[in-house]
């Protein structure tokens, strides 16, 4: 099992639609979750981080946190097709773990016109 | 000003040879990072210093040598370069270990022939 699982994709959504992503994660004891956006041939770029329960908005962007499903989501609204890249999710684990990023494999995004 | 900065940026070398990358950090953090980005572009931790002692040390060939001078630099040394090794090679910083945010620097395309 993946430590961090996301469908790759791709994820095409119209432009002014919202786009939802989806990461799993099977470290029970994850303390802190991250998206990142990843443009090609760029490196990963902050998007968000959450560290409790529910849902935290920033702009167009809102993530979402259940640690009891061990679930975390990024919904996007008003999609622009600026916004097609790949989004990774990212958990490091407490602890003992020396704040190890742990990365799923991404989803790619696609807005189109 | 550049947060994050990496040299070479390419990196196109035979079977066998011996390179270096560098990593600096202007942000004043206190720990940094190498991962590295496969063709399938998985982002997968190699190292991690905080304030130059080693705290990750993930599964990777003792071909990798990592160094960290001082706080702001974090090198990685390759010998005896294999064709899966070609990847791209990201540093990152984050304030301190555990739940911080990590900031990615431009990327090292390695290429081996």
């Known amino acids: 099992q993946k430590e961090v699982e996301q469908n790759s994709g791709p994820l095409s959504v119209p432009e002014g639609a919202i786009a939802s992503l989806n990461c799993t994660y099977s470290?029970?004891?994850?303390?802190?979750f991250f998206w990142y956006r990843q443009y090609s041939g760029k490196s990963p770029e902050l998007i968000m981080f959450i560290y409790s329960n529910g849902d935290k908005e920033d702009g167009r962007f809102t993530a979402q946190l259940n640690k009891a499903s061990q679930y975390v989501s990024l919904l996007i609204r008003d999609s622009q097709p600026s916004d097609s890249a790949t989004y990774l999710c990212a958990v490091t684990a407490g602890g003992t773990s020396y704040g190890k990023l742990t990365f799923g494999q991404g989803t790619i995004l696609t807005v189109h016109p | 000003d550049t947060a994050v900065s990496q040299t070479p940026k390419y990196l196109v070398t035979q079977m066998g040879n011996d390179k270096s990358i560098k990593c600096e950090q202007n942000l004043g953090h206190d720990t940094m990072y190498w991962y590295k980005q496969d063709s399938k572009k998985f982002l997968k931790i190699m190292f991690s210093y905080n304030n130059k002692e080693l705290i990750i040390n993930e599964t990777v060939p003792n071909r990798f040598s990592p160094k960290s001078p001082d706080k702001a630099h974090l090198n990685l040394h390759i010998n005896s370069l294999e064709l899966g090794d070609s990847a791209v090679y990201f540093c990152?910083?984050?304030?301190?270990?555990?739940?911080?945010?990590?900031?990615f620097g431009p990327g090292t395309r390695l290429l081996v022939l």
């Open positions: 990152a910083s984050s304030i301190k270990v555990n739940r911080e945010t990590q900031y």
């Open positions: 470290d029970r004891g994850s303390q802190s």
